[in-house]
């Protein structure tokens, strides 16, 4: 079955504890995205990658990180999280960047920071 | 300042009426347009897309429609049932292959009286 999977799914933290939210598709996609929701502001893309080795950023990126060593996973790196950045988290995939009607979202990753 | 606007919160409609979804754009670079739907605890899903040399795209009960001089564009549910109420997302990009960034609006949330 064709997915993205996002683990955790929930996680509470304390500001400034360095985290991990990983993000994996089996679909042998090129291009991978973070987004975050937020009330009253939708969603908004924090990086994206075009392929292995190449990541870029979105529109908010500030306080986060990420890599792209193998196809199939993108995690999100939180360095030292802070309350802002509680939040709802989607990873997404899709064919390659011009196909974003390809783009698969995962189930979100809910992230609260004390 | 926000590049795609979704001006109307909520929205609902009777069972078997239209649905009019509506979204205005400021960044005259974008030239493709896509719709997400989303249930709650779901990731959004693809629901239709439009490239800016169409004025309008059709796929069974949904159309979207685009007015570039207006930078507006419209997406038509009809006939409008109770399964459609979800979130609905309007999102922009530079084109394919273009930016890869995709921005969204705030969303908008359609109820669907049986």
């Known amino acids: 079955e064709a997915q993205v999977t996002q683990n955790p799914r929930y996680l509470i933290t304390v500001t400034g504890k360095k985290l991990t939210v990983t993000c994996s598709q089996n679909?042998?996609?090129?291009?991978m995205s973070w987004y975050r929701q937020d009330p009253g502001l939708g969603l908004r893309q924090i990086y994206y990658?075009?392929?292995?080795?190449?990541?870029d950023k979105g529109d908010v990126p500030e306080g986060y990180k990420v890599s792209r060593k193998e196809k199939r996973n993108f995690p999100l790196i939180l360095e030292s999280p802070s309350p802002n950045q509680t939040s709802l988290y989607f990873c997404?995939?899709?064919?390659?960047?011009?196909?974003?009607?390809?783009?698969?979202f995962g189930p979100g990753t809910r992230l609260l920071v004390l | 300042d926000q590049q795609v606007k979704q001006n109307s919160p909520s929205l609902s409609v009777q069972e078997g009426r239209i649905s009019i979804l509506n979204c205005d754009y400021t960044n005259s670079m974008f030239d493709y347009f896509l719709w997400y739907k989303k249930y709650p605890a779901e990731g959004p899903t693809f629901l239709i897309s439009?490239?800016?040399?169409?004025d309008k795209n059709e796929d069974g009960r949904f159309t979207v429609f685009l007015n570039k001089s207006a930078k507006h564009l419209s997406l038509h549910i009809v006939p409008s049932q109770p399964g459609d109420s979800a979130v609905y997302f309007c999102a922009a990009s530079e084109g394919r292959g273009g930016s890869e960034k995709l921005v969204f609006g705030k969303g908008t949330k359609l109820t669907v009286n049986p």
């Open positions: 990658s075009m392929n292995v080795e190449v990541t």
């Open positions: 439009i490239s800016s040399i169409k």
């Open positions: 997404a995939s899709s064919l390659w960047a011009g196909g974003l009607e390809t783009q698969y």
């Open positions: 679909m042998n996609h090129e291009y």
